[in-house]
């Protein structure tokens, strides 16, 4: 059996009066992602882990933020999209880690939400997801709000 492991990083600015979606949940917020996308930060991250640990480039080779078809586009299809490449590259998720880095608004009460939905979209029970959150202590451009940062850390296993 083959492992695969990869990284993800993604950052978006934040502004007033943007939705704010993330792990594929709407997060009650003032400030939201400024994107292309729905901004959905964290499962973009997450889609460049999967897309990592199969070398097969990132994110925005896949779903250009530059196509009208992924224009607003719901994340959560994106992720779907690249569980299936990976499955037609012969692996699974073995697990994924994600840490959200934001200093506001507070994170907690949405993780078991984003938890349960980034599995349900991957196909994988829920223990095989970790989402954290962590704010910057107010340093740097994610302590002053300007934006928001994830790292997403997966293991895939090959089926054979
Ligand atoms: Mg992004």
């Not at 943007?18 to 400030?31: A, D, F, M, Q």
């Not at 959905?40 to 078809?69: M, N, Q, R, W, Y």
Request: charged residues 20%; hydrophobic residues 40%; proline residues 3%.
């Amino acid at each position: 059996m083959d492992i695969r492991t990869g990284n993800g990083y993604d950052v978006h600015a934040l502004a007033e009066g943007l939705p704010l979606w993330l792990g594929g949940v709407r997060i009650e917020s003032e400030i939201g992602c400024i994107a292309h996308s729905d901004g959905d930060v964290a499962i973009h991250a997450l889609c460049d882990a999967l897309l990592g640990a199969l070398a097969l480039g990132d994110i925005g080779k896949h779903f250009p933020d530059t196509s009208d078809e992924f224009k607003g586009i719901d994340s959560k299809i994106l992720l779907r999209r690249t569980m299936e490449l990976v499955g037609n590259h012969g692996y699974r998720l073995g697990n994924a880690d994600i840490t959200i880095a934001m200093q506001r608004p507070k994170l907690a009460p949405y993780i078991i939400r984003m938890r349960e939905t980034l599995a349900g979209v991957m196909g994988v029970p829920v223990t095989a997801v970790s989402v954290k959150a962590t704010t910057t202590e107010k340093l740097g451009f994610v302590g002053r709000s300007e934006g928001c940062e994830v790292f997403a850390t997966v293991l895939l296993f090959s089926n054979e």
